[in-house]
């Protein structure tokens, strides 16, 4: 037994959207219905949707970002309760027995983690996302929305789901906080997020971005400098300078130009997923023992954990609200780089 609901669909590559019934499956003892209220638009849904990484499932329903309201409860469920609101990121199952998965790391899942959508899950099925008006998903990749965000903050939440948990992680681990310079490479949908959780964290971060167009944004979300990098000599002049940079950004950059402004020790973090390979000169990392690392996303704990730093530090991503009509257009503008500074769609549009 399924339950028919309208989302956003696809139908091939590149294809323009449609409204149209998916099913979702019928409750499993361990499973959460979920309303779907705010959906966010991520770069990477535009790559699977246009098939730019191969190997998309269609027809396809997008949306990794999603918060919406508890409706239905598996009878195993205890975790949740109806009526909760509630967030859904990247991946909705894993082993939950590796040591990965043990570790609260579930996207590392020796078995394979099964994306929100355009994968298939453990029982065959392909898995459709938030772009629609519910989703079915297991209760230990639910997680909990805290009450601190008012109403008016949860369209700017859906987006902390996926680029969120993917700054906060970094910037955990690579030990942002008082005492230490971060650079964030790129001012976008990513990168303004990832400003103001640095700037939360106590960090004295700094904005590189090709223009100045987005200075006085930059300031406001909690940087102390904005550099901007295609003026000559910019970079020559931060040689040394950070001790943590995130590359928030999707297209190929000179990475030895970057490497360099890394003081001793230093680490770039990659977020980005550019189509064509990255390529770093041997010396570039040799010289102050600066390293190259890569980040994706978090676990299950971690992004309950971001977003009770968010919560409590009145964090959330700064967003366009857009209905569903508005999505094609809207994958243009994410492309050309004219939305300020994450679209997210009201699902109440959806059909």
Known sequence: MTTSVHALSVPEAKASFETVEIERRDLRPDDVRIEIRWAGI?????????????????????????????????????????GDLVGVGCFVD??????ACRDGEEMFCQKGVVQTYSAEDYHGEVTYGGYSREVVVRDHFVVKVPDAFSEDDLPGVAPLLCAGITTYSPLKRYGAGEGTKVGVIGLGGLGHVAVKI??????????????????????????????????????????????????????????????????????????????????????????????????????????????????????????????????????????????????????????
């Open 42 to 82: 991520c770069h990477s849904d535009i790559h699977q949707a246009r098939d730019e990484w191969g190997g998309g499932i269609y027809p396809m329903t997008p949306g990794h970002e999603i918060l919406g309201t508890v409706a239905e409860l598996g009878s195993e469920v205890t975790t949740h309760q109806v």
């Open 94 to 99: 894993s082993c939950l027995e590796c040591d």
């Open 198 to 351: 640095a700037a939360a964290m106590g960090a004295e971060v700094s904005v590189l971005s090709r223009t100045d167009a987005k200075a006085d944004d930059g300031q406001a979300f909690g940087a102390t400098a904005y550099y901007a990098t295609g003026e000559d000599g910019v970079l020559d002049d931060l040689q040394g300078r950070f001790d943590l940079l995130l590359n928030t950004v999707g297209d190929g950059i000179d990475l030895d130009a970057f490497a360099a402004t890394l003081g001793r020790g230093g680490t770039m973090v990659n977020l980005g997923a550019p189509s064509d390979s990255l390529d770093i000169a041997a010396f570039s990392l040799l010289t102050m023992r600066r390293a190259l690392a890569g980040s994706m996303v978090g676990g299950l704990p971690e992004t309950q954990e971001m977003l009770d730093f968010c919560a409590e530090h009145g964090i959330t991503a700064t967003v366009e609200v857009i209905e569903a009509g508005q999505v094609d257009d809207y994958y243009d503008k994410v492309v050309d780089g004219d939305v300020r500074y994450r679209a997210v769609i009201d699902a109440s549009t959806i059909g």
